[in-house]
């Protein structure tokens, strides 16, 4: 967090010392807009998005809710992630520094885990959590009992105001939502989006293979219109194929993500050579007479007996004879 942020976050909310007992609320945390945004817009929205996190705790505090410090090893992740992981994350490692060099802001959300007695599952917060974890320090959270539909909201409506989930982490959070059971409404409702934005992002996250989707990462700088592009091409005969080879090329995972979704994209548009439909002929007994292949409209038969070559010769004139008598007045 910016000096200027943590300006904010003290004199809306004062001296808060984290507590033993339970209770409720805390908001979203500081982050990175995304790429596309120029440097003065990007400290305003961080410093606006430092005030709302800090606002928000005041109210949670002056509510009744009160902040514990808590053993990263008994918080597990939310039961559906909406983070893509990467290999390098640079804004992590400066929240990481953040906190070690002034302590964690804004505390996380969790509920108590409902199988492990002692234990929690995270709303949201799981990179501070994971750099709480990292650092070796307890992690500063509010506990609340919630419901799973409950669980997904709040973590979904930290999201909502933040601009650094991508289009594609949004796509799969949906399509994990799908697969767990929740109705479009709550997809929607969790997303802040409405029902056709909904069926954009299942459409894409429920076309293009996971793994691809993993592999390619978050790929913050490219939106909805290439992505929905992309399934399209993913879509076509030996989209999954093109994929899969991209990826396992030597040189992709040296890539960041957005190179990642170039290099695949790119595979996508390539024209492989036109597939044959290839067939042999023989005799009841084994014999080869020819081998028949068709590529697109081109039909050919190469004969390999110079008996089936002559008897082919003597009836080329009947069968195109009969062609026309089976084709006449279509």
């Known amino acids: 967090m910016s000096p200027k942020g943590r300006d904010i976050l003290k004199s809306m909310v004062g001296a808060v010392e984290p507590t033993r007992p339970e209770a409720p609320a805390a908001q979203p945390p500081p982050h990175r807009p995304s790429g596309a945004v120029k440097a003065m817009n990007l400290s305003l929205g961080r410093l606006g998005e430092e005030a709302a996190a800090a606002k928000a705790l005041r109210e949670s505090l002056a509510s009744g809710d009160k902040v514990l410090e808590i053993d990263p090893a008994a918080v597990e992740m939310s039961f559906i992630r909406d983070r893509i992981p990467v290999d390098r994350d640079a804004e992590f490692e400066r929240l990481k520094q953040s906190i070690q060099e002034s302590g964690q802001q804004v505390p996380i959300l969790v509920r108590p885990d409902p199988v492990k007695a002692g234990h929690y599952q995270a709303a949201y917060g799981h990179r501070r959590l994971r750099a709480a974890a990292e650092i070796g320090v307890p992690v500063k959270a509010v506990v609340r009992k919630l419901t799973d539909e409950e669980l997904i909201l709040a973590q979904g409506q930290e ?12 796509a799969l959070f949906a399509r994990r939502m799908d697969e767990h059971g929740f109705s479009r409404d709550m997809i929607a409702q969790a997303l802040a989006t409405d029902k056709p934005e909904t069926s954009r992002l299942l459409q ?14 978050p790929a913050p700088k490219v939106g909805r219109p290439r992505w929905l592009a992309f399934a399209e091409k993913f879509r076509e005969a030996g989209g999954q194929k093109k994929a899969l080879a991209a990826v396992g090329a030597a040189a992709f995972h040296a890539l960041e993500s957005n190179s990642r979704f170039d290099a695949i994209w790119k595979a996508l548009e390539e024209k492989g050579a036109p597939q044959r439909a290839e067939q042999t002929l023989r005799t009841q007994s084994g014999g080869t007479l020819a081998s028949v292949s068709r590529s697109g409209k081109t039909f050919r038969i190469t004969v390999k007996s110079a008996a089936f070559s002559e ?9 195109a004879a009969e062609f026309e008598e089976e084709n006449e007045g279509k």
Do not use: K
């Not at 894409?204 to 990462?217: E, F, H, K, S």
């Not at 008897?311 to 069968?319: H, I, K, P």
């Open 311 to 319: 008897f082919l010769a003597r009836r080329l004139a009947g069968l």
């Open 204 to 217: 894409v996250a429920q076309t293009i293979d996971p793994d691809i989707i993993l592999a390619i990462g």
């Open 159 to 170: 999201n909502g105001p933040r601009v650094d989930l991508s289009f594609i982490e949004r």
